[in-house]
């Protein structure tokens, strides 16, 4: 297998730590410092920073790996984890206090789909998305009763900001 660009690498990583296969740890054994820093960075950006670390924990450290970027690492996902409870609690009290108002909620998107991963805290949204059906305006004026500021000039749907 050849992992000599950092697309293939982090690839490769992802579906190790998916679990679709198992990490070879003779292929990670020569990448230097500053490329494990751009997978890292790239990661990041593509959100999936805690999948690739569940690739590599688990290997003792690969040459290049520093112990003060692994040390990131395990804080952006432990801040990954605790910030998916955060929000996680607070789509399932919007979602209560709809219920309770009659409103049936669809979530959309990025909660539902993290149910999909084998740790859920792992996906990396940054809203919560639903869908009031024929209860819109209902649904922004119980948002905000309960403190939350609704933006209602945006294409098709309001923004909702609630406990941030």
């Not at 740890?25 to 990661?43: G, H, M, Q, T």
């Not at 690739?55 to 801040?79: C, D, M, Y």
């Not at 979530?107 to 919560?128: M, N």
């Not at 869908?131 to 004026?141: K, V």
Request: net charge positive.
């Amino acid at each position: 297998m050849s992992l000599k660009n950092d697309t293939h690498l982090l690839l490769y990583l992802v579906g190790c730590g998916l679990k679709f296969r198992e990490i070879d740890p003779n292929l990670i054994v020569d990448i230097s410092e500053s490329r494990w820093e751009r997978i890292y960075n790239i990661a990041q950006e593509q959100g999936v920073l805690a999948i690739v670390f569940d690739a590599i924990e688990n290997v003792l450290i690969p040459i290049g790996l520093t112990k003060k970027l692994k040390f990131k690492w395990i804080a952006a996902v432990h801040s990954r984890e605790n910030n998916y409870k955060k929000q996680y609690n607070t789509a399932v009290e919007l979602a209560s206090a709809f219920k309770k108002e009659g409103i049936k909620t669809a979530v959309l998107k990025g909660l539902s789909i993290s149910t999909y991963y084998p740790k859920p805290a792992y996906r990396e949204f940054g809203d919560f998305d639903c869908f009031f059906g024929d209860n819109y305006e209902a649904g922004n004026c119980i948002a905000e009763k309960l403190g939350a500021k609704v933006e209602r000039d945006y294409y098709r749907h309001s923004h909702i900001i609630y406990k941030t």
